[in-house]
């Protein structure tokens, strides 16, 4: 059984910084791409970010360009946002995604499983 377990959300001053951790357990997924969605309330699930299987290519939403990293942790079954000089707006519930190509999209419905969700709030 596939399971995405994400952590590292909260409360953060604008200007600040967040690492959001996703876990994925079920191992045949581990070769895929993963990817960052957020939803603010009153609005759509929103692409953030993407990295491929390997672990080489990412891809980012240009409101986030510069500020925020996606990496995968060593063992690939560990993906990370790094979120830095958050905004007020990056104010939403976080998901993490994993889909069934190597490479990934920004298309939420290709992404095959999803996590609970995580809660980050930026006060300004």
């Known amino acids: 059984q596939v399971q995405l377990v994400e952590s590292g959300g909260g409360l953060v001053q604008a200007g600040g910084s967040l690492r959001l951790s996703c876990a994925l357990s079920?191992?045949?997924?581990?070769?895929?791409?993963m990817g960052w969605f957020r939803q603010a309330p009153g609005k759509e699930r929103e692409f953030v970010a993407r990295?491929?299987?390997?672990?080489?290519?990412?891809q980012y939403v240009d409101s986030v360009k510069g500020r925020f990293t996606i990496s995968r942790g060593n063992a690939k079954n560990t993906v990370f946002l790094q979120m830095n000089s958050l905004k007020a707006e990056d104010t939403a519930v976080y998901y993490c995604?994993?889909?069934?190509?190597?490479?990934?999209?920004?298309?939420?419905?290709?992404?095959?499983?999803w996590g609970q969700g995580t809660q980050v709030t930026v006060s300004s």
């Open positions: 995604a994993v889909t069934t190509s190597y490479s990934g999209s920004v298309d939420p419905s290709s992404y095959r499983y």
């Open positions: 079920g191992r045949t997924f581990i070769t895929y791409a």
């Open positions: 990295v491929s299987g390997s672990g080489s290519n990412t």
